[in-house]
Antibody, heavy 121, light 107 residues
Framework: QLHLQESGPGLVKPSETLSLTCTVSGGSISSSSYYWGWIRQPPGRGLEWIGSIYYSGSTYYNPSLKSRVTISVDTSKNQFSLKMSSVTAADTAVYYC?????????????WGQGTLVAVSS | SYELTQPPSVSVSPGQTASITCSGDKLGDKYVYWYQQKPGQSPVLVIY???NRPSGIPARFSGSNSGNTATLTISGTQAMDESDYYC??????????FGGGTKLTVL
């Protein structure tokens, strides 16, 4: 049974960098069949895709966030990570890591439990 | 960029049929996925590739997609189906796009 677990600070100051890690267990992040992504959900609002990465390191990002986002992968630790720079209160959200099929299908078949990140001084 | 539009809310009586729509330009040319999200929980896939149910999803959930509109239908709606529902598709302009979500109320 695949399990994804987000970890990282729950509070980030404005203008600083948000950093989260997703640890994958019960399956290999190096699977050729899947991409690994980050999705967020501001309180009381809808889902927003942030970006995704393949085990090889190939990435693609939401154009609206691309300038501030970097996603990386560490296959030796079965983890992938999110960095978002210059955060503001608008970046306060529950951040989910997830597994999905490749582009043009992108069916998200497994989600982490989510972690709330608040941006506040 | 590509957008998917859902009604903010839909109400249905127990045992009746609920229909939740998702609209987008030439959406019928794309695969649509539907997710159910209950308060405080992660989303769960309920329909994939327009019409298919993952293992463990009740048969009362069905989907269709044609033209500019995809529809999630819940037949014989139960109280446990009260949730937020999100449609999702892939578009070359943005990659992964979600609809704004629909709150289904069973009353």
């Amino acid at each position: 049974q695949l399990h994804l677990q987000e970890s990282g600070p729950g509070l980030v100051k404005p203008s600083e960098t948000l950093s989260l890690t997703c640890t994958v267990s019960g399956g290999s992040i190096s699977s050729s069949s899947y991409y690994w992504g980050w999705i967020r959900q501001p309180p009381g609002r809808g889902l927003e895709w942030i970006g995704s990465i393949y085990y090889s390191g190939s990435t693609y990002y939401n154009p609206s966030l691309k300038s501030r986002v970097t996603i990386s992968v560490d296959t030796s630790k079965n983890q992938f990570s999110l960095k978002m720079s210059s955060v503001t209160a608008a970046d306060t959200a529950v951040y989910y890591c997830a597994r999905h099929l490749p582009p043009a299908t992108t069916m998200i078949d497994s989600w982490g439990q989510g972690t709330l990140v608040a941006v506040s001084s | 960029s590509y957008e998917l539009t859902q009604p903010p809310s839909v109400s249905v009586s127990p045992g009746q049929t609920a229909s939740i729509t998702c609209s987008g330009d030439k959406l019928g040319d794309k695969y649509v996925y539907w997710y159910q999200q209950k308060p405080g929980q992660s989303p769960v896939l309920v329909i994939y590739q327009d019409t298919n149910r993952p293992s463990g999803i009740p048969a009362r959930f069905s989907g269709s997609n044609s033209g500019n509109t995809a529809t999630l239908t819940i037949s014989g709606t139960q109280a446990m189906d009260e949730s937020d529902y999100y449609c999702q598709a892939w578009d070359s302009s943005i990659a992964v796009v979600f609809g704004g979500g629909t709150k289904l109320t069973v009353l």
